[in-house]
C-alpha cells in the first residue's frame, strides 16, 4: 500500500521539472562543441529532428540525444515540447511500475 498516495503525481511533476532542466543543461552543452560535418549516424537524427528528445526517457542515451540537439543548434522552441515529454515518461513508467509493485 502507497503510504502517501496523494504525493504521487506531485512526485512526478518535480521529478519531470528537475530532469528537464538537467537535460536543458545537456543541451547547452552541446550547443559549446564547435559545428563539425556529421557523422552518418547523425542523419538519422536530423530526419526525424526534435521528435528524437522523446528518447531522453532512456537512461544514458537520451542524455546523448540532449548533447546532440544542442551539437546540431536545434531551436529551443522546437526542444523544449519533446524533451519535457521524453522525461515525463519516464516517470511515468516508473510511478506506474512502482503502484504495479505495490498493488499485486
Do not use: H
Not at 504525493?7 to 543543461?25: C, E, F, K, R
Amino acid at each position: 500500500m502507497l503510504k502517501w498516495p496523494q504525493q504521487l503525481w506531485p512526485a512526478v511533476i518535480v521529478a519531470t521539472v528537475g530532469n528537464s532542466l538537467g537535460g536543458a543543461v545537456t543541451v547547452w552543452m552541446g550547443r559549446r562543441i564547435p559545428p563539425a560535418e556529421s557523422p552518418r549516424k547523425v542523419e538519422l537524427l536530423q530526419r526525424w529532428g526534435p521528435v528524437v528528445l522523446l528518447g531522453t526517457w532512456l537512461p544514458v542515451i537520451g542524455d546523448a540525444f540532449c548533447l546532440a540537439a544542442g551539437w546540431l543548434r536545434w531551436p529551443w522552441r522546437r526542444i523544449w515540447p519533446w524533451l519535457v515529454l521524453g522525461k515525463l515518461a519516464r516517470y511515468v513508467v516508473i510511478a506506474g511500475a512502482g503502484l504495479w509493485w505495490l498493488q499485486r
